[in-house]
Protein backbone atom coordinates (compact mmCIF):
# COMPACT_ATOMS: atom_id res chain seq x y z
CA UNK A 1 0.00 0.00 0.00
CA UNK A 2 1.54 3.48 -0.80
CA UNK A 3 1.65 6.06 1.56
CA UNK A 4 -1.64 8.29 1.89
CA UNK A 5 -0.39 12.10 1.44
CA UNK A 6 -3.46 13.81 1.68
CA UNK A 7 -6.87 12.73 3.00
CA UNK A 8 -10.35 14.85 2.59
CA UNK A 9 -13.00 13.96 4.35
CA UNK A 10 -16.56 15.05 4.35
CA UNK A 11 -15.21 18.66 2.97
CA UNK A 12 -17.93 21.46 2.86
CA UNK A 13 -16.93 24.70 1.65
CA UNK A 14 -18.34 27.81 1.33
CA UNK A 15 -17.15 30.84 0.03
CA UNK A 16 -17.24 33.58 2.76
CA UNK A 17 -20.56 35.67 2.00
CA UNK A 18 -22.02 33.32 -0.10
CA UNK A 19 -24.99 31.50 0.96
CA UNK A 20 -24.37 28.60 -1.76
CA UNK A 21 -21.73 25.40 -0.81
CA UNK A 22 -19.40 25.06 -3.72
CA UNK A 23 -18.27 22.01 -2.34
CA UNK A 24 -20.45 19.58 -0.75
CA UNK A 25 -19.82 16.12 1.11
CA UNK A 26 -16.15 15.41 -0.67
CA UNK A 27 -13.79 12.32 0.01
CA UNK A 28 -11.11 12.29 -1.84
CA UNK A 29 -7.54 10.20 -0.57
CA UNK A 30 -4.47 10.84 -2.50
CA UNK A 31 -1.51 8.36 -2.10
CA UNK A 32 2.07 9.10 -2.78
CA UNK A 33 3.43 9.10 -6.47
CA UNK A 34 -0.17 9.43 -7.79
CA UNK A 35 -0.69 11.91 -11.09
CA UNK A 36 -4.48 12.70 -11.05
CA UNK A 37 -6.36 14.40 -13.10
CA UNK A 38 -9.23 16.81 -11.74
CA UNK A 39 -11.71 17.34 -14.43
CA UNK A 40 -15.59 19.10 -14.82
CA UNK A 41 -16.64 21.91 -15.77
CA UNK A 42 -16.21 25.57 -14.39
CA UNK A 43 -17.59 26.55 -11.54
CA UNK A 44 -17.97 22.68 -10.61
CA UNK A 45 -15.57 22.47 -8.10
CA UNK A 46 -12.17 22.01 -9.02
CA UNK A 47 -10.19 24.57 -7.84
CA UNK A 48 -12.13 24.92 -4.75
CA UNK A 49 -10.61 21.53 -3.89
CA UNK A 50 -7.56 21.75 -4.83
CA UNK A 51 -6.78 25.13 -3.38
CA UNK A 52 -8.29 23.44 0.21
CA UNK A 53 -5.67 20.52 -0.74
CA UNK A 54 -3.04 23.13 0.22
CA UNK A 55 -4.33 25.39 2.74
CA UNK A 56 -5.05 28.54 0.32
CA UNK A 57 -8.90 27.70 1.42
CA UNK A 58 -10.15 25.76 4.60
CA UNK A 59 -12.61 23.91 4.80
CA UNK A 60 -15.89 24.98 6.40
CA UNK A 61 -16.99 21.73 7.82
CA UNK A 62 -15.55 17.90 7.11
CA UNK A 63 -11.47 18.25 7.38
CA UNK A 64 -8.43 17.90 4.79
CA UNK A 65 -5.14 16.18 5.94
CA UNK A 66 -1.76 16.85 4.52
CA UNK A 67 0.47 14.04 5.69
CA UNK A 68 -1.30 13.92 8.43
CA UNK A 69 -1.31 17.27 9.21
CA UNK A 70 -4.89 18.76 9.48
CA UNK A 71 -5.05 22.22 7.52
CA UNK A 72 -7.11 23.81 9.52
CA UNK A 73 -5.03 23.80 12.77
CA UNK A 74 -1.87 24.07 10.40
CA UNK A 75 0.11 27.37 9.47
CA UNK A 76 0.49 27.85 5.90
CA UNK A 77 4.06 28.07 5.71
CA UNK A 78 4.16 24.07 6.59
CA UNK A 79 0.95 23.36 4.11
CA UNK A 80 2.75 25.37 1.05
CA UNK A 81 6.12 23.35 1.70
CA UNK A 82 4.29 19.84 1.25
CA UNK A 83 1.62 21.00 -1.65
CA UNK A 84 2.70 23.53 -3.77
CA UNK A 85 -0.13 25.47 -6.25
CA UNK A 86 0.66 26.51 -9.55
CA UNK A 87 -1.87 29.17 -10.77
CA UNK A 88 -3.49 29.14 -14.16
CA UNK A 89 -2.25 32.42 -15.23
CA UNK A 90 1.88 32.81 -14.85
CA UNK A 91 1.39 36.34 -15.25
CA UNK A 92 -0.59 36.19 -11.81
CA UNK A 93 2.24 34.44 -10.00
CA UNK A 94 5.15 36.07 -11.25
CA UNK A 95 6.36 39.59 -9.59
CA UNK A 96 10.36 39.22 -9.58
CA UNK A 97 12.14 41.17 -11.91
CA UNK A 98 14.45 37.74 -12.86
CA UNK A 99 14.15 34.27 -13.66
CA UNK A 100 16.57 33.34 -10.81
CA UNK A 101 15.21 35.66 -7.94
CA UNK A 102 11.51 34.35 -9.36
CA UNK A 103 12.63 30.98 -7.95
CA UNK A 104 14.89 31.94 -5.50
CA UNK A 105 11.60 34.04 -3.72
CA UNK A 106 10.05 30.70 -1.88
CA UNK A 107 13.14 29.31 -0.54
CA UNK A 108 14.30 32.30 0.74
CA UNK A 109 11.12 33.13 2.17
CA UNK A 110 11.43 29.48 3.94
CA UNK A 111 14.45 30.92 5.66
CA UNK A 112 16.94 28.53 4.22
CA UNK A 113 20.54 29.70 3.90
CA UNK A 114 21.84 31.13 0.61
CA UNK A 115 23.88 28.39 -0.51
CA UNK A 116 20.75 25.96 -0.30
CA UNK A 117 18.47 28.24 -2.14
CA UNK A 118 21.09 28.54 -4.95
CA UNK A 119 21.25 24.63 -4.89
CA UNK A 120 17.58 24.56 -5.08
CA UNK A 121 17.28 27.47 -7.63
CA UNK A 122 19.17 25.49 -10.22
CA UNK A 123 17.91 22.28 -9.49
CA UNK A 124 14.40 23.76 -10.03
CA UNK A 125 15.33 25.29 -13.20
CA UNK A 126 16.96 22.00 -14.98
CA UNK A 127 14.06 20.08 -13.66
CA UNK A 128 11.56 22.49 -16.08
CA UNK A 129 14.55 22.90 -18.77
CA UNK A 130 14.98 26.84 -18.01
CA UNK A 131 19.01 26.29 -16.70
CA UNK A 132 20.38 29.18 -18.72
CA UNK A 133 17.74 31.80 -17.99
CA UNK A 134 18.72 32.72 -14.86
CA UNK A 135 19.54 36.53 -15.78
CA UNK A 136 16.10 36.61 -17.85
CA UNK A 137 13.44 38.98 -17.10
CA UNK A 138 10.38 36.85 -16.81
CA UNK A 139 8.17 39.00 -19.02
CA UNK A 140 10.44 38.69 -21.85
CA UNK A 141 9.80 34.58 -21.62
CA UNK A 142 7.39 33.35 -24.15
CA UNK A 143 3.98 31.97 -22.59
CA UNK A 144 5.01 28.32 -22.22
CA UNK A 145 8.26 29.30 -20.22
CA UNK A 146 6.67 31.45 -17.72
CA UNK A 147 4.31 28.61 -17.57
CA UNK A 148 7.60 26.32 -16.72
CA UNK A 149 8.82 29.21 -14.70
CA UNK A 150 6.34 29.48 -12.39
CA UNK A 151 5.78 25.56 -11.97
CA UNK A 152 10.17 25.80 -10.98
CA UNK A 153 9.03 28.72 -8.46
CA UNK A 154 6.98 25.82 -6.67
CA UNK A 155 8.73 23.18 -6.85
CA UNK A 156 12.13 25.19 -5.04
CA UNK A 157 9.73 24.36 -2.05
CA UNK A 158 10.45 20.82 -2.56
CA UNK A 159 6.52 19.99 -1.96
CA UNK A 160 5.86 16.46 -1.71
CA UNK A 161 2.46 17.55 -3.94
CA UNK A 162 2.26 19.73 -7.05
CA UNK A 163 -0.86 20.87 -8.16
CA UNK A 164 -0.87 22.88 -11.25
CA UNK A 165 -4.29 24.46 -12.67
CA UNK A 166 -5.08 24.41 -16.45
CA UNK A 167 -1.50 24.02 -17.04
CA UNK A 168 -2.42 23.14 -20.89
CA UNK A 169 -4.76 26.46 -21.27
CA UNK A 170 -3.28 28.80 -24.11
CA UNK A 171 -0.40 26.20 -25.01
CA UNK A 172 -0.02 24.65 -28.46
CA UNK A 173 0.72 21.76 -29.26
CA UNK A 174 4.73 22.19 -28.70
CA UNK A 175 3.88 23.56 -25.20
CA UNK A 176 1.69 20.95 -24.54
CA UNK A 177 4.43 17.73 -25.72
CA UNK A 178 6.69 19.76 -23.06
CA UNK A 179 4.21 19.83 -20.01
CA UNK A 180 3.47 16.02 -21.03
CA UNK A 181 7.34 15.01 -20.57
CA UNK A 182 7.56 17.24 -17.42
CA UNK A 183 4.82 15.28 -15.47
CA UNK A 184 6.50 12.38 -16.57
CA UNK A 185 9.81 13.54 -15.25
CA UNK A 186 8.56 14.80 -12.08
CA UNK A 187 6.21 11.31 -11.69
CA UNK A 188 9.55 9.38 -12.32
CA UNK A 189 11.31 10.99 -9.88
CA UNK A 190 8.03 10.30 -7.01
CA UNK A 191 6.07 13.35 -7.29
CA UNK A 192 2.62 13.45 -6.83
CA UNK A 193 0.82 15.44 -9.13
CA UNK A 194 -2.76 16.72 -9.17
CA UNK A 195 -3.74 18.40 -12.76
CA UNK A 196 -6.43 20.44 -12.96
CA UNK A 197 -7.81 20.22 -16.66
CA UNK A 198 -9.76 20.42 -19.67
CA UNK A 199 -7.63 18.65 -21.89
CA UNK A 200 -9.13 15.63 -22.21
CA UNK A 201 -6.13 14.21 -24.70
CA UNK A 202 -3.25 15.57 -22.30
CA UNK A 203 -5.39 13.85 -19.40
CA UNK A 204 -5.72 10.33 -21.27
CA UNK A 205 -1.57 10.65 -22.10
CA UNK A 206 -0.15 11.50 -18.24
CA UNK A 207 -2.76 10.76 -15.22
CA UNK A 208 -2.97 7.26 -14.23
CA UNK A 209 -6.44 8.44 -12.19
CA UNK A 210 -9.18 10.73 -13.14
CA UNK A 211 -11.81 12.83 -10.81
CA UNK A 212 -14.45 13.62 -12.03
CA UNK A 213 -15.84 17.13 -10.09
CA UNK A 214 -19.57 18.64 -10.62
CA UNK A 215 -21.58 20.79 -8.75
CA UNK A 216 -19.24 20.50 -5.83
CA UNK A 217 -19.00 16.48 -5.64
CA UNK A 218 -17.17 13.79 -7.14
CA UNK A 219 -18.64 12.29 -9.36
CA UNK A 220 -16.85 9.57 -10.75
CA UNK A 221 -12.95 8.48 -9.34
CA UNK A 222 -11.11 5.71 -10.82
CA UNK A 223 -8.57 4.94 -13.70
CA UNK A 224 -8.79 6.97 -15.96
CA UNK A 225 -9.53 4.90 -18.49
CA UNK A 226 -12.90 3.93 -17.11
CA UNK A 227 -13.79 7.35 -16.20
CA UNK A 228 -13.00 8.46 -20.03
CA UNK A 229 -14.95 5.79 -21.23
CA UNK A 230 -18.32 6.57 -18.69
CA UNK A 231 -19.29 8.59 -21.82
CA UNK A 232 -22.70 9.41 -20.72
CA UNK A 233 -21.96 10.89 -17.30
CA UNK A 234 -19.07 13.10 -19.18
CA UNK A 235 -21.75 14.03 -21.57
CA UNK A 236 -23.69 15.27 -18.56
CA UNK A 237 -21.11 17.42 -17.91
CA UNK A 238 -20.23 18.63 -21.19
CA UNK A 239 -16.84 16.84 -21.64
CA UNK A 240 -15.80 14.76 -24.44
CA UNK A 241 -13.41 12.12 -24.25
CA UNK A 242 -10.73 11.92 -26.21
CA UNK A 243 -10.98 10.78 -30.55
CA UNK A 244 -9.41 7.53 -29.59
CA UNK A 245 -11.93 6.36 -26.98
CA UNK A 246 -14.74 7.30 -29.05
CA UNK A 247 -13.31 5.90 -31.82
CA UNK A 248 -12.46 2.68 -30.01
CA UNK A 249 -16.05 2.58 -28.07
CA UNK A 250 -17.66 2.94 -31.50
CA UNK A 251 -15.58 0.17 -32.91
CA UNK A 252 -16.16 -1.70 -30.19
CA UNK A 253 -20.24 -1.73 -30.23
CA UNK A 254 -19.39 -3.11 -33.83
CA UNK A 255 -17.58 -5.66 -32.64
CA UNK A 256 -14.21 -5.30 -32.53
CA UNK A 257 -12.24 -6.12 -29.35
CA UNK A 258 -10.43 -2.21 -29.04
CA UNK A 259 -10.33 -0.40 -25.33
CA UNK A 260 -7.68 1.94 -26.06
CA UNK A 261 -6.93 5.09 -24.29
CA UNK A 262 -4.36 6.31 -26.19
CA UNK A 263 -3.09 6.59 -30.33
CA UNK A 264 -0.35 3.97 -28.80
CA UNK A 265 -2.65 1.68 -27.75
CA UNK A 266 -5.02 2.20 -30.67
CA UNK A 267 -2.17 1.21 -32.88
CA UNK A 268 -1.16 -1.74 -30.89
CA UNK A 269 -4.79 -3.01 -30.54
CA UNK A 270 -5.40 -3.10 -34.23
CA UNK A 271 -1.77 -4.43 -35.19
CA UNK A 272 -2.92 -7.16 -32.91
CA UNK A 273 -6.17 -7.47 -34.54
CA UNK A 274 -4.55 -7.48 -38.17
CA UNK A 275 -2.44 -9.90 -37.05
CA UNK A 276 -5.27 -11.97 -36.04
CA UNK B 1 -14.78 34.31 -60.03
CA UNK B 2 -12.72 36.37 -58.36
CA UNK B 3 -11.60 35.94 -55.05
CA UNK B 4 -13.04 37.76 -52.05
CA UNK B 5 -9.59 37.98 -50.34
CA UNK B 6 -6.29 38.31 -52.24
CA UNK B 7 -3.28 38.19 -50.18
CA UNK B 8 -0.29 38.28 -52.29
CA UNK B 9 3.47 38.25 -50.48
CA UNK B 10 2.62 39.72 -47.72
CA UNK B 11 5.37 40.08 -45.73
CA UNK B 12 5.55 42.69 -42.09
CA UNK B 13 7.65 43.63 -39.08
CA UNK B 14 5.82 45.17 -36.11
CA UNK B 15 7.78 48.82 -35.34
CA UNK B 16 9.42 46.77 -32.30
CA UNK B 17 10.27 43.14 -33.62
CA UNK B 18 13.48 42.85 -34.36
CA UNK B 19 12.64 40.33 -37.32
CA UNK B 20 9.74 39.88 -40.18
CA UNK B 21 6.66 38.52 -38.53
CA UNK B 22 5.10 37.44 -41.73
CA UNK B 23 7.44 36.50 -44.80
CA UNK B 24 5.38 36.42 -48.18
CA UNK B 25 2.42 35.08 -47.62
CA UNK B 26 0.01 34.26 -50.06
CA UNK B 27 -3.19 32.71 -50.18
CA UNK B 28 -7.15 33.80 -51.77
CA UNK B 29 -10.54 32.90 -50.07
CA UNK B 30 -13.38 32.84 -52.09
CA UNK B 31 -16.96 33.61 -51.24
CA UNK B 32 -18.40 31.16 -49.22
CA UNK B 33 -15.19 29.26 -48.06
CA UNK B 34 -13.57 28.75 -44.98
CA UNK B 35 -10.53 29.01 -44.47
CA UNK B 36 -8.23 27.35 -41.15
CA UNK B 37 -5.14 29.10 -40.26
CA UNK B 38 -3.25 26.78 -37.93
CA UNK B 39 0.53 27.11 -36.55
CA UNK B 40 2.56 26.99 -33.35
CA UNK B 41 2.29 29.95 -30.79
CA UNK B 42 3.87 33.02 -32.15
CA UNK B 43 3.77 31.66 -35.73
CA UNK B 44 2.33 34.98 -36.80
CA UNK B 45 -1.64 33.59 -37.25
CA UNK B 46 -2.79 36.17 -35.20
CA UNK B 47 -0.85 38.95 -37.62
CA UNK B 48 -2.05 38.00 -40.40
CA UNK B 49 -5.59 37.63 -39.18
CA UNK B 50 -4.57 41.37 -38.69
CA UNK B 51 -4.05 42.44 -41.92
CA UNK B 52 -7.26 41.17 -43.03
CA UNK B 53 -9.09 44.37 -41.69
CA UNK B 54 -6.50 46.76 -41.85
CA UNK B 55 -5.33 46.82 -37.91
CA UNK B 56 -2.05 46.08 -40.01
CA UNK B 57 -0.29 48.02 -40.72
CA UNK B 58 -2.81 51.24 -40.21
CA UNK B 59 -2.95 50.57 -36.32
CA UNK B 60 0.21 49.22 -35.65
CA UNK B 61 2.35 50.83 -38.08
CA UNK B 62 6.00 48.48 -39.11
CA UNK B 63 7.41 47.76 -42.16
CA UNK B 64 4.92 46.34 -44.67
CA UNK B 65 5.48 44.26 -48.28
CA UNK B 66 3.20 43.09 -50.80
CA UNK B 67 -0.41 42.97 -51.12
CA UNK B 68 -3.83 42.90 -49.53
CA UNK B 69 -7.16 42.58 -51.43
CA UNK B 70 -10.21 42.30 -49.59
CA UNK B 71 -13.69 42.57 -50.63
CA UNK B 72 -12.45 44.60 -53.80
CA UNK B 73 -10.49 47.24 -51.38
CA UNK B 74 -6.55 47.44 -51.09
CA UNK B 75 -6.23 46.84 -47.68
CA UNK B 76 -2.77 49.11 -47.57
CA UNK B 77 -4.56 52.58 -48.84
CA UNK B 78 -7.94 52.01 -47.46
CA UNK B 79 -8.80 53.25 -43.92
CA UNK B 80 -10.31 50.64 -40.75
CA UNK B 81 -13.32 52.57 -41.20
CA UNK B 82 -14.18 51.01 -44.19
CA UNK B 83 -12.64 47.81 -43.80
CA UNK B 84 -14.26 47.38 -40.54
CA UNK B 85 -18.23 47.45 -42.64
CA UNK B 86 -15.93 44.86 -44.70
CA UNK B 87 -14.49 42.29 -42.61
CA UNK B 88 -16.02 41.82 -39.03
CA UNK B 89 -13.48 40.78 -36.78
CA UNK B 90 -14.10 38.44 -33.42
CA UNK B 91 -11.15 38.32 -30.66
CA UNK B 92 -9.58 35.55 -28.75
CA UNK B 93 -10.55 37.56 -25.69
CA UNK B 94 -14.67 38.42 -26.01
CA UNK B 95 -13.62 40.94 -23.32
CA UNK B 96 -11.51 42.86 -25.80
CA UNK B 97 -14.86 43.20 -27.96
CA UNK B 98 -17.41 44.45 -25.27
CA UNK B 99 -17.52 48.53 -26.05
CA UNK B 100 -17.53 48.65 -22.05
CA UNK B 101 -20.18 51.16 -22.28
CA UNK B 102 -23.50 49.11 -22.59
CA UNK B 103 -25.49 47.64 -19.74
CA UNK B 104 -27.31 44.96 -21.11
CA UNK B 105 -26.53 42.19 -24.23
CA UNK B 106 -29.37 44.12 -26.10
CA UNK B 107 -27.37 47.24 -25.74
CA UNK B 108 -23.82 45.82 -26.77
CA UNK B 109 -24.95 44.54 -29.99
CA UNK B 110 -26.83 47.74 -30.76
CA UNK B 111 -23.92 49.65 -29.54
CA UNK B 112 -21.72 48.72 -33.12
CA UNK B 113 -25.00 49.78 -35.27
CA UNK B 114 -25.55 53.27 -33.80
CA UNK B 115 -22.05 54.17 -34.16
CA UNK B 116 -22.00 53.16 -37.85
CA UNK B 117 -25.58 55.42 -37.52
CA UNK B 118 -27.83 52.65 -39.09
CA UNK B 119 -31.54 54.00 -39.65
CA UNK B 120 -33.22 53.67 -35.87
CA UNK B 121 -35.89 51.60 -36.70
CA UNK B 122 -33.54 48.89 -38.51
CA UNK B 123 -31.55 48.40 -35.08
CA UNK B 124 -34.09 46.45 -33.37
CA UNK B 125 -34.36 43.69 -36.34
CA UNK B 126 -30.33 43.35 -36.51
CA UNK B 127 -29.75 43.28 -32.90
CA UNK B 128 -32.78 40.13 -32.47
CA UNK B 129 -31.78 38.44 -35.39
CA UNK B 130 -27.89 38.88 -34.39
CA UNK B 131 -29.14 37.48 -30.68
CA UNK B 132 -31.06 34.45 -31.87
CA UNK B 133 -28.53 33.52 -34.59
CA UNK B 134 -25.83 33.04 -31.29
CA UNK B 135 -28.37 31.46 -29.45
CA UNK B 136 -28.57 34.55 -26.94
CA UNK B 137 -32.52 35.66 -26.53
CA UNK B 138 -33.92 35.23 -23.61
CA UNK B 139 -30.50 37.16 -22.26
CA UNK B 140 -31.09 40.85 -23.90
CA UNK B 141 -31.38 42.16 -20.71
CA UNK B 142 -28.06 40.61 -18.54
CA UNK B 143 -25.15 42.42 -18.05
CA UNK B 144 -22.76 41.57 -20.83
CA UNK B 145 -20.31 40.92 -18.16
CA UNK B 146 -22.51 38.02 -15.78
CA UNK B 147 -21.98 36.08 -19.24
CA UNK B 148 -20.39 32.94 -19.57
CA UNK B 149 -16.79 32.61 -21.07
CA UNK B 150 -19.10 30.73 -24.02
CA UNK B 151 -21.91 33.35 -23.93
CA UNK B 152 -19.68 36.12 -24.39
CA UNK B 153 -18.05 35.10 -26.89
CA UNK B 154 -21.37 34.58 -28.72
CA UNK B 155 -22.03 37.76 -27.90
CA UNK B 156 -19.35 39.09 -29.67
CA UNK B 157 -19.92 37.19 -32.49
CA UNK B 158 -23.66 39.00 -32.57
CA UNK B 159 -21.84 42.01 -32.65
CA UNK B 160 -20.46 41.48 -35.61
CA UNK B 161 -22.55 39.47 -37.05
CA UNK B 162 -25.13 42.23 -36.58
CA UNK B 163 -23.29 44.46 -39.02
CA UNK B 164 -23.73 41.67 -41.88
CA UNK B 165 -19.87 41.94 -42.69
CA UNK B 166 -18.88 40.01 -46.12
CA UNK B 167 -16.11 38.43 -44.08
CA UNK B 168 -16.01 37.06 -40.85
CA UNK B 169 -12.13 37.21 -38.78
CA UNK B 170 -12.12 35.02 -36.08
CA UNK B 171 -8.90 35.29 -34.15
CA UNK B 172 -8.73 31.75 -31.18
CA UNK B 173 -11.75 32.52 -30.34
CA UNK B 174 -11.86 29.78 -28.11
CA UNK B 175 -8.75 29.39 -27.01
CA UNK B 176 -10.15 30.95 -23.34
CA UNK B 177 -12.94 28.89 -23.17
CA UNK B 178 -14.13 25.85 -21.31
CA UNK B 179 -15.02 22.96 -23.44
CA UNK B 180 -18.78 24.05 -22.87
CA UNK B 181 -17.77 27.20 -23.96
CA UNK B 182 -15.47 25.59 -26.74
CA UNK B 183 -18.89 23.94 -27.97
CA UNK B 184 -21.02 26.71 -28.11
CA UNK B 185 -18.98 29.09 -30.27
CA UNK B 186 -18.17 26.43 -32.57
CA UNK B 187 -21.54 25.41 -33.08
CA UNK B 188 -21.61 28.87 -34.11
CA UNK B 189 -19.18 29.08 -36.27
CA UNK B 190 -20.18 25.34 -38.10
CA UNK B 191 -23.58 26.93 -38.60
CA UNK B 192 -22.11 30.39 -39.98
CA UNK B 193 -19.70 28.12 -42.79
CA UNK B 194 -22.70 25.67 -43.52
CA UNK B 195 -24.91 28.36 -44.62
CA UNK B 196 -21.96 29.58 -46.65
CA UNK B 197 -20.74 32.56 -44.48
CA UNK B 198 -17.31 33.72 -45.83
CA UNK B 199 -14.96 33.13 -42.76
CA UNK B 200 -11.29 33.10 -41.59
CA UNK B 201 -10.24 31.61 -38.39
CA UNK B 202 -7.36 30.93 -36.39
CA UNK B 203 -7.80 27.84 -34.49
CA UNK B 204 -5.94 25.07 -32.16
CA UNK B 205 -8.86 22.43 -32.20
CA UNK B 206 -7.68 20.74 -35.43
CA UNK B 207 -10.00 17.98 -34.43
CA UNK B 208 -12.88 20.85 -34.71
CA UNK B 209 -11.61 22.30 -37.77
CA UNK B 210 -11.79 19.23 -39.61
CA UNK B 211 -15.36 19.14 -39.78
CA UNK B 212 -15.94 22.99 -41.55
CA UNK B 213 -12.82 24.43 -43.16
CA UNK B 214 -12.47 23.90 -46.88
CA UNK B 215 -8.79 25.34 -46.59
CA UNK B 216 -6.00 25.05 -44.44
CA UNK B 217 -3.00 27.46 -44.04
CA UNK B 218 -0.04 26.15 -41.76
CA UNK B 219 1.12 28.51 -40.42
CA UNK B 220 5.24 28.51 -38.95
CA UNK B 221 7.70 31.73 -37.67
CA UNK B 222 5.38 33.60 -40.67
CA UNK B 223 5.79 31.50 -43.30
CA UNK B 224 3.40 29.68 -45.23
CA UNK B 225 4.43 25.90 -44.92
CA UNK B 226 1.16 24.00 -45.98
CA UNK B 227 -2.10 25.74 -47.97
CA UNK B 228 -4.28 23.90 -49.51
CA UNK B 229 -7.84 21.73 -48.98
CA UNK B 230 -8.40 20.93 -45.65
CA UNK B 231 -8.05 17.26 -46.45
CA UNK B 232 -4.79 17.25 -47.78
CA UNK B 233 -3.06 19.63 -45.09
CA UNK B 234 -4.59 17.05 -42.38
CA UNK B 235 -3.15 14.87 -44.10
CA UNK B 236 0.11 15.25 -44.13
CA UNK B 237 0.55 14.39 -41.07
CA UNK B 238 4.42 14.24 -40.89
CA UNK B 239 4.37 17.76 -42.04
CA UNK B 240 2.43 18.82 -39.05
CA UNK B 241 3.99 17.13 -36.42
CA UNK B 242 7.26 18.56 -37.55
CA UNK B 243 5.74 21.96 -36.77
CA UNK B 244 4.62 21.05 -33.53
CA UNK B 245 0.90 20.62 -34.22
CA UNK B 246 -0.98 17.71 -33.54
CA UNK B 247 -3.00 15.85 -36.20
CA UNK B 248 -6.44 14.43 -35.92
CA UNK B 249 -6.24 11.61 -33.90
CA UNK B 250 -7.99 9.63 -36.43
CA UNK B 251 -5.58 10.72 -38.88
CA UNK B 252 -2.70 10.39 -37.11
CA UNK B 253 -3.71 7.03 -36.58
CA UNK B 254 -4.71 6.26 -40.07
CA UNK B 255 -0.56 7.38 -40.42
CA UNK B 256 0.54 5.15 -38.38
CA UNK B 257 -0.84 1.73 -39.31
CA UNK B 258 0.09 2.32 -43.23
CA UNK B 259 3.48 3.44 -42.12
CA UNK B 260 4.28 0.62 -39.85
CA UNK B 261 2.24 -2.26 -41.36
CA UNK B 262 1.86 -0.86 -45.28
CA UNK B 263 -2.29 -1.12 -45.22
CA UNK B 264 -3.79 1.27 -47.30
CA UNK B 265 -6.25 3.24 -45.37
CA UNK B 266 -8.16 6.14 -46.66
CA UNK B 267 -6.70 9.23 -44.53
CA UNK B 268 -9.90 10.03 -42.18
CA UNK B 269 -10.17 13.29 -41.21
CA UNK B 270 -13.28 13.18 -38.64
CA UNK B 271 -14.23 10.49 -35.68
CA UNK B 272 -17.01 9.47 -38.39
CA UNK B 273 -14.79 8.59 -41.26
CA UNK B 274 -12.63 6.92 -38.86
CA UNK B 275 -15.07 4.62 -37.58
CA UNK B 276 -16.04 3.98 -41.25
CA UNK B 277 -12.54 3.54 -42.72
CA UNK B 278 -11.30 1.65 -39.36
CA UNK B 279 -14.28 -0.74 -39.34
CA UNK B 280 -13.62 -1.90 -42.96
CA UNK B 281 -10.04 -2.16 -42.32
CA UNK B 282 -10.34 -4.37 -39.47
CA UNK B 283 -13.88 -6.22 -40.84
CA UNK B 284 -11.72 -6.77 -44.10
CA UNK B 285 -9.38 -8.94 -41.05
CA UNK B 286 -12.19 -10.91 -40.12
CA UNK B 287 -12.35 -9.13 -36.37
CA UNK B 288 -16.35 -8.70 -36.63
Do not use: C
Not at chain 1, 56 to 62: A, D, F, H, S, Y
Not at chain 2, 232 to 242: C, F, H, P, R, W
Amino acid sequence: MEREVIRVEDLWFRYPGSDSWALRGVNLRVSQGEVIAFIGQNGGGKTTLAKNLNGLLKPTRGRVLVEGLDTRTTPTHELVKRVGYVFQNPTHQIFESSVWREVAYGPRNLGLPPDEVERRVRWALSEVGLSGYEDHNPYDLDYGKMKLLTIASVLAMKPNVLVLDEPTTGQDHAGRRTLASLVRKLHGEGFTIIIITHDMKFVSENAGRTVLIANGQVVLDGPTRSVLQAVEVLKENAIKPPQIVQLSLELQRRGFKLDALTLQEAVEQVKKILRG
Amino acid sequence: MEPVIRVENLTYAYPTSRDFVLRNVSFEVHRGEVLAVIGPNGAGKSTLLKALNGLVPHFYGGKYGGRVVVAGYEVLKTPISVLSTKVGFVFQDPEDQMSGLALTVWEEVAFGLMMLGFPREEIPKRVEEALSYVGLKGLEARSPFELSGGQMQRLAIATVLALKPEILVLDEPTAQLDPLGKFEVLSVVKRLADEGATIVIAEHEIEEIAYFADKILLLDRGQVVAYGPAREVLASVEELKSRGVDPPSVTELAYLLSRDLGVKVPAPITLEEGVESFSKLLGGAGGA
